[in-house]
């Protein structure tokens, strides 16, 4: 199996979507095909398990066989992040060290997000044991809307823990981006989730992106990476204003489903959301498509 550093986690990471079946199976062979259908556009790693694949729907087993798939697929062409969406240090030690036996070469870990927040100082100290018992790089996924952590905070998470080695920042606040990226320690991963505005967070330095957007669109978003890193600013700012209308008809809290239902439209088995999630509705769809036709394919 090839070893991949911390810094092989950089540039277009799609989080892949997980296809279900009617019965809420995970259609294993359309998931094959969707690793296969972003290698083939060019992206720099794969994510697995996170919000956009439903992974707070997920088990264990199945994060683990999803990551074994995505780390066979890959080849060892690419990194794979694999998704930890759980409500306890306990949950979170024990999905990690089997994702990371499964060969993730990192792992996207959310804070908990059940209905009571832990202070910073307990925040801090999920991170930590977390660290101290899996051997897998973290990178904290800052997503959950009551308890999203401070640039300040994740700073501090980053510089004290070194198994702690980056940020994907979610949310739709480019300045909390800019906050941390003027202020994380050196050698960190500073990942954008910031779906609308992927353009200006690689302008700001990004270390690159998992957001859903890429999964959707990973040709364009792709060719935006390098737009920017060959300072073709124009060509730029031309894909933004295309990925944003694409964005636009998406976003909605049955987000997985209209990714999939992107998907679907550029040949895909997209598959169904797990219950209760709904399907992208027919007005998504249409927006979609008619987005999708705008962007280079």
């Given at each position: 199996m090839t070893e991949f550093?911390?810094?092989?986690?950089?540039?277009?990471?799609?989080?892949?979507?997980?296809?279900?079946s009617a019965a809420g199976a995970i259609e294993e062979a359309a998931f094959r095909a969707e690793a296969r259908f972003l290698l083939d556009a060019g992206v720099h790693g794969l994510a697995v398990a996170g919000s956009t694949g439903e992974g707070q729907a997920l088990s264990t087993d199945e994060v683990c066989r999803l990551t074994a798939i995505a780390v066979e697929e890959a080849d060892g062409r690419v990194p794979v992040v694999?998704?930890?969406?759980?409500?306890?240090?306990?949950?979170?030690?024990?999905?990690?060290?089997?994702?990371?036996?499964?060969?993730?070469?990192?792992?996207?870990?959310?804070?908990?997000?059940?209905?009571?927040?832990?202070?910073?100082?307990?925040?801090?100290?999920?991170?930590?044991?977390?660290?101290?018992?899996?051997?897998?790089p973290i990178i904290i996924y800052n997503v959950v809307p009551w308890t999203y952590l401070s640039p300040e905070l994740l700073v501090e998470?980053?510089?004290?823990?070194?198994?702690?080695?980056?940020?994907?920042?979610?949310?739709?606040?480019?300045?909390?981006?800019?906050?941390?990226?003027?202020?994380?320690?050196?050698?960190?991963r500073i990942m954008s989730a910031v779906d609308a505005l992927m353009y200006p967070s690689?302008?700001?330095?990004?270390?690159?992106?998992?957001?859903?957007?890429l999964t959707a669109a990973p040709r364009?978003?792709?060719?935006?990476?390098?737009?920017?890193?060959?300072?073709?600013?124009?060509?730029?700012?031309?894909?933004h204003l295309r990925l944003l209308a694409l964005w636009n008809a998406m976003i909605d809290d049955n987000l997985p489903a209209a990714v999939k239902a992107a998907l679907d439209?550029?040949?895909?088995?997209?598959?169904?959301?797990?219950?209760?999630?709904?399907?992208?509705?027919?007005?998504?769809?249409?927006?979609?498509?008619?987005?999708?036709?705008?962007?280079?394919?």
């Open positions: 550093g911390p810094d092989a986690i950089r540039g277009i990471v799609p989080p892949m979507t997980t296809p279900f694999a998704g930890i969406i759980v409500d306890s240090t306990a949950q979170a030690i024990e999905r990690g060290r089997a994702a990371a036996e499964a060969g993730a070469a990192a792992l996207q870990v959310t804070p908990v997000h059940y209905l009571f927040r832990p202070d910073d100082a307990h925040m801090k100290e999920h991170f930590r044991e977390m660290a101290d018992a899996v051997a897998s998470i980053m510089t004290d823990i070194p198994g702690v080695v980056g940020v994907k920042q979610s949310a739709g606040d480019l300045k909390l981006f800019a906050d941390l990226m003027a202020t994380a320690p050196e050698g960190s690689f302008t700001l330095g990004a270390h690159g992106a998992v957001a859903a957007i364009a978003c792709v060719t935006l990476w390098d737009a920017v890193e060959a300072g073709d600013h124009p060509a730029a700012l031309d894909l439209f550029q040949g895909l088995a997209g598959g169904l959301p797990r219950r209760p999630m709904p399907v992208a509705s027919n007005s998504q769809r249409s927006a979609i498509a008619a987005a999708l036709k705008e962007l280079p394919q």
